[in-house]
């Protein structure tokens, strides 16, 4: 969740790798803004065919 990456970000100093369940754009600037140096969506990539999609939540986050 959003709270526990933005917790962890708070009281660790190492990079925050988050994966699972990313599979909406909401759901990648809900990660991304909470403080998450990387995300993973990867099933997204695997079953998602609107690749204008991907390169939205791409573009959202690299803007973050």
């Known amino acids: 969740s959003a709270e526990?990456?933005?917790y962890?970000?708070?009281?660790?100093s190492i990079p925050i790798i988050v994966g699972g369940g990313i599979n909406t754009m909401e759901s990648a600037i809900?990660?991304?803004s909470a403080?998450?140096?990387l995300i993973?969506?990867?099933s997204l990539l695997e079953n998602?065919?609107?690749n204008n999609l991907?390169?939205?939540i791409c573009q959202v986050i690299h803007e973050h």
Not at 8 to 12: C, V
């Open 35 to 37: 403080g998450a140096n």
């Open 54 to 56: 991907i390169k939205k």
């Open 8 to 12: 962890l970000k708070d009281n660790i």
């Open 4 to 6: 526990l990456v933005s």
């Open 48 to 50: 998602e065919y609107d």
């Open 40 to 42: 993973v969506i990867g």
């Open 30 to 32: 809900s990660i991304s």
